[in-house]
């Protein structure tokens, strides 16, 4: 069986950050036969980890947040229209049986909070932009059953967790 994999993170960040390469790593680090990658289908973070994840034959999929197929980066192989614009975060994170949370800020808090609402694990990308700043948040925010959910890894630990992760 399939595992959806959410990656969450920032629409505007640069295409020559650290960041970016982060997420477009993590999104290579997936696999064809058992991993699927869900996101929000846009750009920064989201087209990043769609590349990668296409890179690696891994099918994609984006949630988006308006209702043209076209808005989805050239990564997506499938593009579900929403129209919910923010309220889409929603979706987002309740499709995943994981997420993983690269960089951004209130939207990808906003999508990170919802899935340890719904008890769905997390992980955050400590060498991102704003993890530890997520981690923290999150640890004074949630209850300890939440809490649980919340690992705090650096890159290369999330890219041997995907290694394993759905075997």
């Not at 505007?12 to 993590?26: E, N």
Request: hydrophobic share 40%; net charge positive.
């Amino acid at each position: 069986m399939y595992r959806n994999i959410t990656i969450i993170g920032g629409a505007g960040v640069p295409r020559k950050s650290k960041d970016y390469q982060i997420a477009l790593q993590v999104g290579s680090a997936l696999n064809p036969s058992n991993h699927v990658l869900i996101c929000g289908g846009m750009t920064g973070i989201m087209e990043a980890a769609a590349r990668g994840a296409k890179k690696s034959g891994v099918l994609t999929i984006g949630i988006l947040p308006e209702t043209q197929k076209t808005d989805a980066n050239k990564f997506i192989d499938i593009a579900l229209t929403t129209g919910l614009r923010i309220t889409r975060d929603t979706l987002v994170s309740v499709t995943a049986d994981l997420v993983i949370s690269i960089a951004g800020s209130l939207g990808t808090l906003n999508e990170a909070a919802i899935c340890l609402k719904v008890k769905k694990d997390l992980i955050i990308v400590r060498d991102a932009k704003n993890g530890k700043l997520f981690y923290n948040a999150l640890n004074k925010l949630c209850n300890e059953n939440q809490k649980m959910l919340i690992k705090y890894m650096k890159v290369k630990e999330v890219v041997n967790f995907l290694k394993k992760y759905g075997h």
